[in-house]
């Protein structure tokens, strides 16, 4: 098992940048896939970025394609997401999430059985 804890969520403007950092214990980190989601008032939760196990392969949700990246830290047991021109409509609770197998269905939360708790992101226009 691992579990997962997201920092680094706040209030900024539109065009600016934040970094989400998803903190991961036990020992097999470096085995799993990770994946970021994002949940807004009222809305299912949704995908937003996957990183392979070994952080040679990404995958982004069309709506944060060219301003967010994910990245990973296999030694700090750490995986990223870098949010770039950040706009009111990435306003969410950010959640980062585990998974050891997901093949072509890193998209689909069902994929995931470890979350953590979530962060606040707000962008005010």
């Known amino acids: 098992q691992v579990q997962l804890v997201e920092i680094g969520g706040g209030l900024v403007q539109a065009g600016d940048s934040l970094r989400l950092s998803c903190a991961a214990s036990?020992?097999?980190?470096?085995?799993?896939?990770m994946g970021w989601f994002r949940q807004a008032p009222g809305n299912e939760r949704e995908f937003v970025a996957h990183?392979?196990?070994?952080?040679?392969?990404?995958q982004y949700a069309d709506s944060v394609k060219g301003r967010f990246t994910i990245s990973r830290d296999n030694a700090k047991n750490t995986v990223y997401l870098q949010m770039n021109n950040l706009k009111p409509e990435d306003t969410a609770v950010y959640y980062c999430a585990a998974e050891s197998y997901s093949g072509s269905y890193y998209y689909a939360k069902e994929s995931y059985p470890y979350w953590g708790q979530g962060t606040q992101v707000t962008v005010s226009s």
């Open positions: 990183i392979s196990s070994s952080g040679g392969n990404t």
């Open positions: 036990g020992r097999s980190f470096s085995r799993y896939a």
